[in-house]
């Protein structure tokens, strides 16, 4: 057996080295335990560096969800209720209030949905020149005449509506039922003329016509009598 402090080759039998007198088994003992604490030492480290990149990893990820939060990137969703820690549910509102701060002016953290769709129709923008302008107008709808007997024509003036509008007009029976729709397009003033004729097969009573504009509407109701019932 050779012997691992001087390398003397020594009977197999033999424990200590005939040259150097150190003890083998001593050495083969120190030699197992070196071996097990150099696996113990590489796990540790193995398991270090994991956990290293790990936290490295996530502070990329959190450094560029907070600048893609702050630059308005995208909308942090209203915090839920429930289903979460409290602790999340607080830092989760928070971060949504602070961005509706930031970035309200392009309509994040529920602007929208605080005005309302028939606010925003309402709303009036400020020009270059400082000033108000309307951006939907207040529709109406008039008639002439505004009842008649059956077999009459009626001139139907829309009026108020956005500049080059694009009119949804539809009439309907007294019984709710549709007669007709049309596209009509408004001038530069908002302003259209049509005209509705009634047939013999009419039936007498209320009519009700509606018109909706891109961002506006209105309706209104004229009569239809039979023969014999005009004053």
Known sequence: MKCPYCDHYNPN????????????????????????????????????????????????????GAVAIFNC??????????GYPVQILDLWEKIDN???????DIGYAGELEEKGI????????VGENGQETETCGHPSIRFEPMGGTIGTQFDIFLEGFSAND????????????????????????????T?????????????????????????????IEAPGNEP
């Open 13 to 64: 039998d033999l424990w200590i080295c005939e040259d150097c007198g150190k003890n083998f088994k001593k050495s083969a003992k120190s030699s197992r335990r070196g071996s097990s604490s150099d696996l113990f030492s590489n796990l540790s480290s193995c398991f270090t560096s994991c956990i290293s990149y790990f936290l490295v990893a996530l502070l990329i990820a959190i450094t560029i």
């Open 195 to 223: 005209i509705f004729w009634s047939e013999e097969d009419d039936l007498p009573g209320e009519y009700r016509m509606e018109a909706k504009g891109e961002c506006s509407e209105t309706d209104a109701v004229w009569l």
């Open 118 to 125: 028939e606010e925003l129709q309402e709303t009036d923008i």
């Open 98 to 104: 602070l961005q509706e701060d930031k970035c309200v």
């Open 166 to 193: 694009e009119i949804e007009a539809c009439w309907y029976y007294p019984s709710g039922e549709v007669i007709n729709c049309a596209e009509l397009d408004a001038n530069e003033n908002g302003f259209r003329k």
């Open 73 to 82: 990137m995208f909308d942090v969703p209203e915090a839920p209720e429930q």
